[in-house]
């Protein structure tokens, strides 16, 4: 049996306003930090025997997945799409904050961004626009209901606000 899979499909190259100066912080700070590291390599490496300098190896690493970063940056924020505007509020679309009641009762906030801007962090409730819950979301107004199937479970939801700015 093969470990192949095949390649994820690309994301959509969209990124909110505030999506994009994040980036571009992010880049510059990883070019400010990559500076530090190489004074920390050089002089890890002048204590001598490399195979067997811990600071030097961690530091080596470090370096790597930095540059790694860096070029995925250099090449993915050219590409970017900056929405700031849509056409109209009324309707959930890229950039929208949504709330939202299941059959429960209880409320969601989301917003639906680029997958870029997708972070660890689950509190800010940020939701990639090629997720199937913002594809079932997008074009629908206040008051729709969607239905959300995952895996054998289905889920009804109401949207109860759409606003397009985070106050």
Request: aromatic content about 8%.
């Amino acid at each position: 049996m093969s470990r192949y899979r095949p390649p994820q499909p690309r994301s959509k190259p969209y990124i909110t306003p505030e999506g994009m100066v994040c980036l571009q912080r992010e880049l510059s700070d990883l070019w400010r930090r990559r500076g530090e590291v190489t004074e920390a390599i050089t002089a890890a490496a002048a204590e001598g025997d490399r195979s067997e300098n811990a600071e030097y190896i961690y530091r080596k690493k470090q370096l790597r997945e930095m540059d790694r970063r860096i070029r995925y940056l250099q090449k993915r924020i050219p590409d970017l799409k900056v929405v700031d505007q849509v056409g109209d509020n009324d309707r959930v679309y890229f950039g929208a904050y949504v709330q939202l009641e299941n059959e429960s009762g209880k409320e969601f906030n989301y917003r639906i961004v680029g997958a870029d801007e997708i972070s660890s962090d689950a509190s800010k409730g940020y939701i990639s626009v090629d997720s199937p819950m913002s594809k079932a979301l997008l074009g629908k107004t206040i008051d729709d209901e969607i239905v959300l199937k995952v895996g054998e479970s289905v889920q009804f939801l109401s949207i109860l606000d759409i606003r397009y700015s985070a106050v």
